[in-house]
């Protein structure tokens, strides 16, 4: 065998993680490489959970939501001593190279080790989408699906009882999920942390489309919007502007807050045809000596980036998707 290499997946779970692991795995393999397996993230790297792993080891896994190396938050890798014992526990076992499946966090962290002199490849896997320099990353495409699964559910108890539902979703400081589910699901009011709220044209957006024969409303809403006011209470954003529509505009109101049942569950076909590409063209970059690289899904091209300059960008929303929601919505 040639170079050893380590694969790790870090931050939150997202599906389609399994299927970059594999492909990873196998192309090390088929340019002769050998694949190290590390558990648990930078902790379990820092730990030394690491084993040589063949084929056979990501056999059958390609559907499986989640991440078979598993996740865990790292306080001692935020510190300088941290960083330093997993760059000795990559020399211990030989590793020259490594590839980091996750998000922005994970990324920070894997250029922290590449500026100490470790070879890093980064694959972009988070639900959010919030990482610049690809269209999409692992797991966004399986969570709007699920999130609109869910949607299709909520809007059958919802006209049989002629309520309004606030459903909240993740996304940290992005509306993707939010804005991408709730266009494709039909949702009637769409607040996204890139556009500031204001619950009094809330509550009017529904009293119009009551006025005008409508009897349920589906309001959905990102983890991170912000009102026009000022900042966001200390509650969910979901609860105040659910409890607001109730007592202002006087429509008998539920809340969903979905949380992790949208992390979970297998990767879409879109999903696993992305972590499949972007992690074979991580190994490539590997083979090549090349370090400090990002592979991002551009226009269905991949495409390699500088680390340092994907994490010095702001991911941009794209708000002609939002402006279609208003125009689409019943009211």
Do not use: W
Not at 63 to 86: N, P
Not at 97 to 114: K, N, P, Q, Y
Not at 115 to 130: H, K, L, R, S
């Amino acid at each position: 065998m040639g170079r050893k290499i380590g694969v790790l997946t870090s931050g939150g779970d997202a599906p389609g993680m399994n299927a970059a692991v594999r492909t990873v795995v196998r192309a090390a393999l088929h340019y002769n490489l050998e694949p190290y397996a590390i558990y648990r993230g930078y902790h379990g790297l820092i730990n030394g959970e690491i084993e040589a792993v063949d084929s056979r080891a990501v056999s059958g896994i390609i559907q499986r939501g989640g991440t078979i190396l598993k996740s865990a938050r790292s306080d001692l890798f935020r510190t300088a001593e941290g960083r330093a014992q997993a760059v000795d526990m990559l020399d211990k076992h030989g590793i020259d190279s490594l590839i980091v499946i996750g998000g922005d966090g994970s990324f920070r962290g894997a250029l922290s080790l590449e500026e100490m002199g470790v070879n890093v490849i980064c694959i972009p896997a988070t639900i959010d989408n919030d990482i610049a320099c690809t269209d999409y990353s692992i797991g966004f495409d399986t969570a709007v699906n699920n999130v609109m699964e869910a949607v299709n559910k909520i809007r059958d108890t919802a006209s049989s009882h002629e309520r309004v539902y606030v459903v909240e979703v993740m996304g940290r400081a992005s509306g993707y999920i939010a804005l991408y589910s709730g266009l494709a699901g039909g949702a009637d009011v769409i607040l996204i942390p890139e556009v500031p709220y204001d619950l009094e044209q809330v509550c009017q957006l529904i009293e119009k489309a009551n006025a005008m024969g409508k009897t349920y409303n589906i309001v959905m809403v990102a983890e991170g919007v912000r009102p026009i006011s000022g900042e966001q209470g200390e509650e969910s954003p979901s609860l105040e502007i659910g409890r607001y529509i109730q007592e202002h505009a006087g429509f008998d109101t539920r809340i969903t807050i979905l949380g992790h049942i949208q992390r979970g569950g297998a990767p879409t076909v879109r999903d696993r045809l992305l972590a499949s590409r972007l992690s074979y063209h991580a190994i490539e970059l590997v083979y090549q000596g090349k370090s400090g690289k990002m592979l991002g899904e551009v226009n269905q091209v991949v495409k390699s980036f500088d680390l340092s300059y994907v994490l010095a960008q702001e991911k941009q929303l794209n708000l002609d998707y939002y402006h279609l929601s208003n125009i689409l919505s019943a009211i």
